[in-house]
């Protein structure tokens, strides 16, 4: 068979199982007996392990059982789900307290009490309980919206239908962690890949009987939105939690000390395979309410707390070939193509080799023995290389100084912090011209915190970007659907679900615009400040207008870095051409998702010299909090000057000449009807 022939006989397939799945997860009515069904299963995964170049993300290898966003109504978290920044050593969790302490202003002899709690490797579960009664119960789903899977929740015996305490809240989210114990997986374990993906498949089943029948269990550890919850510490409620009636994690503990959490980690690791479930680390957590009141948020993680992963699994293996692999901002990264190797209950197939100095200082070369190490959730990496197990015939890898996508020059930037060229080397080419680039350009202007268009994921917009259906963004909102409903794999009603996918993301915030356009260094945060800042989509185009890049510099938090890249975006016709087209489409909201109306709303503030008990951050915060804007520069456009101690004189006298009015810490703290 030719390479056609084999992918039309594996794509018939993922249909034929695709169809199977929706009748037995979807419908209750299986047509085919399991045997047949595990046949079937059989030569699609045989398929993919015999012809690398096979791949879906409907194939029974990536999915358990039927995608159910159909069967699940979507609703908004009442308080967002948030993920967690990642320790992995001693310094990450020095680091972790000094940022605690710096912004809270303390001094570096503050003790800070933590919750330590063994971290659950399972799937997060939000549950609203009202006037003591379970009422809905989420997934995390994007943290922001999660599936209704109330019904199937209920199933689980360790959630009380019902809480009689009387210090239990009028209002709150539990939550918490479903999972199944490693005894019970045994049971399992040819319906399902790991403990984890069983409780997924489980949590994910139309027919809440059909879950009742997988062991499912739930360890509850925090809370979202609460109404008259009188507690004061993490600890506290963890205690109550267990008076309420649920079950929590066995090994919490309260400890003060980078050297006693560090102790807890090793004694808990060494009995890591003795528990009857799995664990993947530690969180942290400041053990005091008020201090994560005042700690608050950064991005989509909380400040006040930190996941401890467990040290790594190392296996041996040896490097079939290095592919270079190209990002949507031209990096050039090497990726190991590797013989499998189990590490760690994951077979591992790749392992990233950084960049080219990180070949050259470990001379990296095809046909080595190498040690792989996988830590936590990091992509596997190759620590070592066995010298003694080198081939005689062995070439030295030679990273290519032109770019395998489109033959440009492959360039090594001069970096302005730390006065070197970068480690990483990129192509030169700019806008649309690469085409690894731009598929993947086009993949981040779907993503989830772009457009997020569901249903458009990264195999197809490959699949589309080889039929030449999507070249440019703009040309996924002008899809040929006949030509799609013809293809293998499609059908009318897929077709129309994606159809009305795109057709949903034609109305978009200006701040996840201007980060769907995937310009280097410009992040989802810094996306915001410029959203915010320029107030409208006329506002951006006109930077290449006016080419009036300086006036960014006022915004707080975009630097030099960030203007030279939008200045670079602007310099390419073709992006222009991209956002013209684009504007023609979509629509753009000029107003960017604000906070309500506080005190300081529409005033400009300014920061100099040291605030008593207060860092330079949470002050910020404080100011955004109240609908006011931090800028960096002394212009007209700022209202007021706040001064702390030993102030900057030259910022107070350019103040005064400009008529600015000046405050102190305790006069701007009146203005938050707050006293210092």
Partial sequence: MNFDEIKKRYNKKISEILKHNKNYYDKNSPIISDKDYDELKKEILDLEKKYNFLASDDSPSKIVGFKPSKNFKKVKHKVSMLSLSNAFNEEDLINFEKRVINFLDKKDDLEIEY??????????????????????????????????????????????????????????DIRGEVFIQNSDFKNLSDKFANPRNAASGSLRQKNPNETKKIPLRFIAYTYGYEKNMKMNSQSEYLKNLKKWGFVTNPLNKTIVGIKNLLKNYLEVEKKRDQLDFDIDGIVYKVNDFKLQKRLGNVANAPRWAIAHKFSSTKGVSNIIDIDIQIGRTGALTPVAKIKPINIGGVIVSNATLHNEDE????????????????????????????????????????????????????????????????????????????????????????????????????????????????????????????????????GRQSVANLKYSIDLRKKISFERFIFALGIRHIGLENAKLLAKNLKSFKNFINLSKSKNFSELLNIDGIGETQINSIKSFFSNQENIKVLSELSKIISINKKTETKKDGPLKNKNFMLTGKLENMSRAEAKSLIEQNSGNIISNISKKLDYLIIGDKPTKRKIDSAKELNIKILNQSDWLKMLNKTS
Wanted: charged share 35%; glycine share 6%; aromatic share 8%.
């Fill in 359 to 490: 070949i050259n200082r470990k001379d990296i070369r095809v046909g080595d023995t190498v040690i792989i190490e996988r830590a936590g959730d990091v992509i596997p990496h190759i620590i070592s290389v066995d010298l003694n197990k080198r081939q005689k015939n062995s070439e030295k890898f030679v990273f290519p100084k032109k770019c395998p996508s489109c033959g440009s020059e492959t360039i090594k930037e001069y970096n302005l912090t730390t006065k070197k060229k970068d480690s990483v080397r990129r192509c030169s080419s700019e806008g649309f011209k690469c085409e690894k680039i731009s598929i993947e350009k086009i993949k981040h202007f779907v993503s989830k915190d772009a457009f997020n268009i569901e249903g458009f994921g990264k195999k197809i917009v490959e699949n589309f970007w080889n039929l030449q259906l999507v070249q440019f963004p703009q040309d996924i909102f002008k899809l040929d659907y006949l030509k799609i409903e013809n293809l293998d794999g499609w």
């Fill in 115 to 172: 919750s330590a709690e063994p971290k659950i490797d399972g799937i997060s579960a939000s549950l609203f309980y009202k006037n003591g009664k379970f009422i809905t119960g989420l997934s995390r789903g994007d943290g922001k919206e999660g599936e209704d899977i109330t019904e199937n929740l209920k199933t689980i015996k360790d959630i009380p239908l019902k809480i009689d305490a009387k210090n239990f809240p009028q209002e709150i």
